[in-house]
Structures are given as C-alpha cells and as structure tokens.
C-alpha cells in the first residue's frame, strides 16, 4: 500500500508539472500573439486543476 501511494504523489508530481509548462506555454504563444514581449509571473495549479488533470490521466491512462 505504501509503494501504492508512493507512485500516487509521484503521478501528482508529475502533473503539476506538465499543467505548469502547458500553462508557459499558453502564455507564450498569447504574447507572441499579442505581441508582448516581457517576464510572466505564472501561478501553481490549484486543488481544481490537479484533479482535473488526474480525472484526465485516468481517463486515457492504459494500464493502472
């Protein structure tokens, strides 16, 4: 059950991660849009979007 929970927080990890360079991502491409140049303050994911994102992972994930 510990190795169980161990890989849980290493998904969530994993997450928070990718909905962070997705969010830098987002961003860029609007600047470049926008034509803004210049530094971004981006925030953390909060509780709604990390459960999102795991709803989503689940969701498409092949193996459990």
């Given at each position: 059950?510990?190795?169980v929970f161990?890989?849980?927080i ?8 990718i909905?962070s360079e997705?969010l ?17 303050v981006l925030e ?5 979007k990390?459960?999102?994102?795991v ?10």
């Amino acid at each position: 059950m510990v190795e169980v929970f161990h890989e849980f927080i290493g998904y969530c990890k994993n997450i928070i991660r990718i909905i962070s360079e997705y969010l830098l991502f987002q961003k860029k491409i609007e600047d470049k849009f926008q034509n803004i140049k210049g530094p971004r303050v981006l925030e953390l994911p909060d509780r709604n979007k990390l459960r999102d994102g795991v709803q989503e992972c689940l969701a498409y994930a092949t193996n459990g």
